[in-house]
Structure formats: C-alpha cells, structure tokens
C-alpha cells in the first residue's frame, strides 16, 4: 500500500506535478512551521523565520531547474509557449518565472525585515511566517493559471492568508479596522473576477483562458469585428475582470481601503503594497494577453482613465498627508497610475516598461517600509512625518537609505524609480501619446514634494537639542541589513546600470 502511493506521488511529481513544485514546497514549508512552532521556546522563535527563508530558497532553486526544462523544450520547438499541463490549466513560461521570483524575493525580504520587529512586538507566533508563505502560494496560482479555477483559486489563497495576517497589528482597534477594509477589497475583487469568469464560461462554455483567447482569434479571422468582445454579455464580463483587478492593484476610484490598509503593521503593509499589487498586475496583464488584446482599441480610453485618476487622486491626497505610511499608500495609488499608462501604450516598448517598473517597485516599496519596521516601538502607532526630526542624528544609515528610497519613489536620477518612469514616458511618447506623456511627467514631478517632505523631516534638525538624545538610538538586526541591503541595491543598481534589468523585463514579456 504504502509502496504503491510512494510510486503514485513519484509519478505525479515527475510529470504534470513538476509544474507546480514550487508551490508545493512552499506549503511544505508552511506546514512544517506550524508543526514545530508548538515546540520552540520563546527564544528558539528564530528557527520559524530561517525555515521559512529555506522554503523559499527550495522554492526558488525549483524555478531555476523549471526554467531549464523550459529552454530546452523551447530549442526543441520555438512555438511553444512554456511548460503547460494539468489539463492545460497551468502554464510555466517566462512571464510566471519572472513574477515567481519576484514574489519569492519580496516574501523572503519580509522575512528578514519582520524577525527583529515580531520580537520587539512580543509576537512570536509562526504562524506570521507560514501565512507569507501561504500567500505567496496564492501569488504564483494566480500568474501561473490559464484557467479560470486555478486563477481564483489562487486568488482566494492568497487573499485567504493576507486577510489572516492582518491580525498581526498594532492594537485591537487597528485589528479590526484593517482586517474589516481587506475583507471588504479581497471580497470586491473575488465578486467581481467570478462574476466576469462566469459570465465567460457563459459565452464560450470553458473556463480555459487559452481556448477562450483561440477561439477570439478564430473569430477574428473570420471577420468579426474586435472577435464580438463589444456585445453587451462580453462587455459585461470584461468589465467585471477589470474592476476585480483594479480593486487589486490599487487604481483610482477602487483604492478606498489601501490608505487604512497600510496602517496595519509596517511589514504586513509593506507586502501587501509590493507583493500583491504586483499580483494584480500580473493578472491583468495575463488577462490583458487573452482577452483585452483584442478590444484594445476600445479599452485604449478605460486604461487612460483609470490611470489619470490613479495619479491624480493619489498625489493630491498624499500631498495632504502627515502619516507616512497613508502617505506611501496614497504615493502607491498613484504608483499603480504610472503603470497602467505603460498599458495605454500597448507597445513592446511599454509592456518591457511595465515589468521593469513592477520589479524596481516592489524593491523600492519594501526598503521604504523596512525603514519603518527599524523605527516602530512596541505598541507604536505608525509614524508621523515629525517623528521622523532627526532620524540623521539617531542613525545616519537610515536617513540615507531612506533618502535613496524616497528618491527611488519620486523618480528622481540615478536611481531606478527615474529609469522606470522614463521608459513608460518613452513608449507613451512613441505610441504615440505625448499628452499622456506630458500629464505623467508633472505628475511625477509632483510626487517628488510630498517624497520631499519625508526626507526634509529626517534631515531636519529637531526643535530641541535634547530630543535626540533622549530618543533611543537605533539598532538594526543583520537580517534587516541584509533585506534594506538588497533593496537599495537593486533601487541603485536598476538606474545606474538599467540595461541587465530591461533585457530580463524583456525576456519575462517574450520579447
């Protein structure tokens, strides 16, 4: 018996299980963290976070090996477009390998950013660490999936496991608060992708995303104008997958819980805003390959729109803000803004500059927030931009890297933030959209004021001289120097030499 299921699982993993290893180790990991959790003593609590970063480093080393099986595959036949199986639900290209690792390095930078701060915090439950992995599960579903139900139940994994780290919060009230506005985002967007996947199961009888895309082709080919995706029951069904991911990514006029969201807990804000904003990007983008592709010329206005609000509303607000982090959140809506306009474009040249700016961001996002998770005290409310006064004289370290990500968020040379900005206002102009261009440029150039502010008041010198010496100075753990290490890196190293960076934005979007 036990001979024949060992073969079974051997089978299962050696053919159409290989697919999704990564995922499985992941939740391996996170189960195994749960197991030992009860056994470790307040000071063995560590051992949680260095089984969770081992999970991810499987994880990832399964990437590599897939990747591999997937450039042999494609030398063998160049037609193929990955690795796809489980009855053509699951789909390893280059696209997913490039989002997998990104949502493998934000998992494991939050990791090492939250060890220090779980202990400050008192909390020492390993839960916190196997829900990141949970999540990131849910992630890499949600991109690797070509059908309907391995995408939402991606979706529902990851908003499932977010939902429940919510609860690692500053007090009871913020609890509530924040638990209640994600419950409210995540049930938005799952209503809203169900109905609009529904809707097309309607109309094509499957839930395949391929098919659906082949035979919108076909109808193409054969005269229909924009594959009949302009009638009312597809138009309704295109609407509702739009709106569900915009309540993911942030976008105006579907960013009302962002702002409240992000005061939870700086690492737990700071892997929602990164990780899975990042996320809903990369559903859309998947669902944009499928489906939009084919009624871009009449969606063209809807991404305009969406992104004007997103950066107008989200630079208005967040020059009205004195918490930084409702700041950063606000500063991310009009993040996800810039993003979109790489959509209205509709080039190679934009789509390149989308992934570029999704991999830069979620580095630059994180090292913002993990200066934050340095200065949180126990049972600290977020910080307020005067909290800041003085951070040069407490620890110089972390006013200069906190300068780098400010400038990284604003766009402002040589960091990788301008690079980002500059390559979608280059395949806005090229498309070619100049006015969009230009709104975008002054759009940026208002961010670089509220950014502004958050570096003024770090570089400012207190109202009293003895307000630094009473505050305590500031210690920084050698995981967090490794995760604020690797951030500022990569928000350096992606605009100095941006070259390496856009060849694999490139290569991720099969270019």
């Keep these: 018996m036990i001979h024949t299921l060992i ?40 051992w949680n976070a ?12 399964t990437l ?94 990851m908003g499932l496991s977010c939902f429940l780290i919510t609860g ?7 609890v509530s608060r924040a638990s209640r506005n994600y419950g409210f985002l995540w049930a938005s967007s799952s209503f809203a992708l169900v109905g609009g996947f529904l809707a097309l199961y309607t109309l094509y009888g499957t839930t395949n995303l391929g098919r659906i895309g082949a035979i919108l082709e076909t109808r193409l080919d054969s005269g229909v104008p924009l594959a009949g995706l302009t ?10 997958l739009a709106a569900g991911v915009f309540f993911l990514v942030d976008a105006g006029l579907f960013h009302w819980f962002a702002p409240d969201i992000c005061e939870l807990a700086p690492p737990i804000a700071a892997y929602l805003s990164a990780a899975a904003k990042a996320a809903g990007f990369a559903l859309l983008l998947r669902l944009f390959s499928f489906l939009f592709v084919f009624v871009h010329e009449k969606w063209i206005h809807v991404w305009g729109g969406a992104a004007i609000v997103s950066l107008l509303w989200g630079n208005i607000a967040a020059l009205r803000q004195r918490k930084v982090q409702r700041l950063l959140a606000y500063g991310s809506v009009a993040h996800a803004g810039f993003v979109l306009l790489g959509l209205v474009a ?81 395949a806005l102009i090229a498309a070619p959209h100049p006015e969009l261009a230009a709104f975008a440029v002054v759009n940026a150039l208002a961010s670089v004021y509220y950014y502004g502010r958050v570096v003024a008041h770090a570089w400012k010198k207190p109202l009293s001289d003895a307000m630094p010496l009473e505050a305590p100075l500031l210690s920084i753990s050698r995981g967090q120097t490794v995760a604020l290490t690797a951030a500022v890196f990569v928000s350096l190293a992606a605009g100095l030499y941006p070259e390496p960076f856009l060849r694999i934005a490139r290569y991720a979007f099969g270019q």
């Design 50 to 61: 260095l089984l969770a970063l081992a999970g991810t480093a499987f994880s990832g080393f």
């Design 64 to 157: 590599y090996v897939q990747h591999g099986k997937m450039h042999l595959l494609r030398e063998a036949n160049p037609e193929l477009p990955g690795l796809l199986g489980l009855h053509q639900s699951v789909l390893v290209d280059t696209f997913f390998l490039f989002f997998a690792v990104l949502f493998l390095a934000a998992t494991a930078l939050i990791i090492l950013l939250s060890v220090r701060y779980l202990e400050t915090q008192k909390e020492g439950r390993g839960a916190f660490y196997a829900l990141l992995l949970f999540a990131c599960v849910g992630m890499m579903l949600m991109v690797s999936g070509v059908d309907a139900i391995v995408v939402l139940l991606g979706l529902e994994s």
């Design 346 to 426: 509709g080039s190679e040249a934009g789509f390149s500059g989308m992934m570029y700016y999704l991999g830069v961001y979620v580095f630059m996002t994180i090292g913002a927030f993990g200066i934050l998770i340095v200065l949180e005290r126990r049972g600290g409310a977020g910080p307020e931009l005067v909290d800041l006064d003085g951070l040069y004289r407490r620890s110089p370290m972390a006013a200069v890297l906190l300068l780098v990500f400010m400038m990284a968020l604003a766009g402002i040379p040589p960091t990788a933030g301008f690079v980002a900005k500059y390559y979608i206002v280059k």
């Design 231 to 240: 009638a009312r029951p597809a138009l309704i069904a295109l609407v509702l």
């Design 168 to 174: 690692f919060a500053r007090s009871a009230r913020s």
């Design 7 to 46: 073969n079974v699982v051997r089978g299962f993993l050696s053919g159409d299980g290989a697919l999704i290893l990564p995922e499985m180790e992941l939740v391996l990991f996170g189960c195994g963290i749960l197991l030992i959790d009860r056994w470790l003593s307040a000071d063995e609590k560590h």
